[in-house]
């Protein structure tokens, strides 16, 4: 066998080998690793018959979606949600990312509304097709344009910084495949409303948003 047969075929073996960050990602979803649990890695290893490298990718990428928390010296435990954190960072988004409804309507063009068409569209696909994890990135996409859209960057990095004071959200709440859909439609919704220049109905579809309501 030559290097790019054997090349061919280790691509081959990878792409039939579940990616461990979904495994241990739907087995905390699904409460089968509780909140507060600690993670393994050896245990991992058995768990899902993969060795240490894939274990520790596959943690260290849950670590940047905050489904998982890192204490060093000690090891990986899974993320227990604060509720009151969660509550008040929510009611901090509802009140940053409402005041610019007015921008986002104003500045969005014909393209730019086409652009988050696609990006709603395509999250809808994924509930179908994708795995949580695709779908954790098309919402985030989708959010980032949206709030791009009211022209201040350091209002786009600021709210990102303060999402990662929480667990990922609205990824920890997908606990069903309804929420999911809903927040597909959610969406397709506030595409309407900017399409439509309504600044009230995207105000009020992005606090419902915000708030999984």
């Given at each position: 066998m030559n290097s790019l047969e054997a090349e061919a075929t280790a691509r081959a073996k990878e792409a039939e080998t579940p990616d461990v960050t979904e495994l241990i990602l739907q087995d905390i979803l699904a409460g089968r690793l509780p909140p507060g649990t600690w993670l393994k890695q050896i245990d991992l290893e058995?768990?899902?018959?993969?060795?240490?490298?894939?274990?520790?990718?596959?943690l260290d990428r849950l670590v940047q979606k905050r489904l998982v928390?890192?204490?060093?010296?000690?090891?990986?435990?899974?993320h227990e949600q604060d509720g009151r954190r969660a509550q008040e960072v929510s009611d901090i988004?509802?009140?940053?990312?409402?005041?610019?409804?007015?921008?986002?309507?104003?500045?969005?063009?014909?393209?730019?509304?086409?652009?988050?068409?696609?990006?709603?569209?395509?999250?809808?696909?994924?509930?179908?097709?994708?795995?949580?994890l695709e779908l954790y990135?098309?919402?985030?996409?989708?959010?980032?344009?949206?709030?791009?859209?009211a022209g201040n960057q350091e209002l786009v990095e600021l709210i990102t910084e303060i999402r990662q004071r929480t667990s990922s959200a609205p990824v920890s709440q997908w606990r069903t495949r309804a929420r999911i859909e809903q927040s597909g439609h959610e969406h397709q919704l506030m595409v309407d409303a900017i399409e439509k220049r309504d600044v009230?109905?995207?105000k009020e579809l992005t606090r419902r948003h915000i708030l999984q309501a």
């Open positions: 058995r768990r899902y018959n993969c060795t240490r490298p894939e274990v520790r990718r596959a928390e890192h204490v060093p010296n000690r090891g990986y435990h899974v988004r509802v009140i940053l990312e409402t005041a610019v409804s007015d921008r986002i309507v104003a500045n969005a063009g014909e393209d730019d509304v086409a652009n988050l068409r696609a990006l709603a569209s395509r999250f809808d696909e994924l509930v179908l097709t994708g795995t949580m990135e098309a919402n985030l996409a989708f959010h980032r344009h949206l709030l791009a859209l009230d109905m995207l």
